[in-house]
Antibody, heavy 121, light 108 residues
Framework: EVQLVESGGGLVQPGGSLRLSCAAS????????MTWVRQAPGKGLEWVSH????????YYADSVKGRFTISRDSSKTTLYLQMNSLRAEDTAVYYC??????????????WGQGTRVTVSS | EIVLTQSPGTLSLSPGERATLSCGTS???????LAWYQQKPGQAPRLLIY???SRATGIPDRFSGSGSGTDFTLTISRLEPEDSAVYYC?????????FGQGTKVEIK
């Protein structure tokens, strides 16, 4: 079964750091680009960051550029999101998602269940 | 950045009726790289349509997508009670990838 399981969310103070993980199984992880998408409470979906299958190319939303770092470990079939200098507006459920195809740009066919991040003092 | 604008904000229809959801983009979406997702409360989004008109695996054929350029449509031909959800369009033609603000479909 193709599956993504996020972990690492929690309550953190403004200015703090958190690392999210997304454990993948059931597919050739290293061949697929992966993405983080977040959803603030009661709001819509926001694309956060994307990484190519090789890990050689990364992309970020302007709202997180310079603060968040996406990475992946093919040996552990795990995707990461290192979040530094967290702000209240980063409060959201964070989802990891897999591209449909092995391509440069694609929609997301498999999503994790999400992990909640709350930034508050 | 390509801005996606969905209409209407809320759609209230009866079971068996046809639902038509629109997604307009601020720039032409190349290769029709547009997708539609369904999200129910407390759940992750579910891919319905990609490449504007291709149904994702396991999606019933009452869901269909159409459009190109800057105008795209998701049609649910015969609404069922379980179709009550928020629907988002998403462009992946250019970075940053963007989502519409969502259309809520309510079943009377």
């Amino acid at each position: 079964e193709v599956q993504l399981v996020e972990s690492g969310g929690g309550l953190v103070q403004p200015g703090g750091s958190l690392r999210l993980s997304c454990a993948a199984s059931g597919f050739a992880f290293s061949r697929y680009a992966m993405t983080w998408v977040r959803q603030a409470p009661g709001k819509g979906l926001e694309w956060v960051s994307h990484i190519s299958g090789s890990g050689g190319s990364t992309y970020y939303a302007d709202s997180v550029k310079g603060r968040f770092t996406i990475s992946r470990d093919s040996s552990k079939t795990t995707l990461y999101l290192q979040m530094n200098s967290l702000r209240a507006e980063d409060t959201a459920v964070y989802y990891c998602a897999k591209d449909v195809r092995i391509a440069v740009a694609d929609a997301f066919d498999i999503w994790g269940q999400g992990t909640r991040v709350t930034v508050s003092s | 950045e390509i801005v996606l604008t969905q209409s209407p904000g809320t759609l209230s229809l009866s079971p068996g009726e046809r639902a038509t959801l629109s997604c307009g983009t601020s720039q032409s979406v190349s290769s029709s790289y547009l997708a539609w997702y369904q999200q129910k409360p407390g759940q992750a989004p579910r891919l319905l349509i990609y490449d504007a008109s291709s149904r994702a695996t396991g999606i019933p054929d009452r869901f269909s997508g159409s459009g190109s350029g800057t105008d795209f449509t998701l049609t649910i031909s015969r609404l069922e009670p379980e179709d009550s959800a928020v629907y988002y369009c998403h462009q992946y033609a250019s970075s940053p990838r963007t989502f519409g603000q969502g259309t809520k479909v309510e079943i009377k």
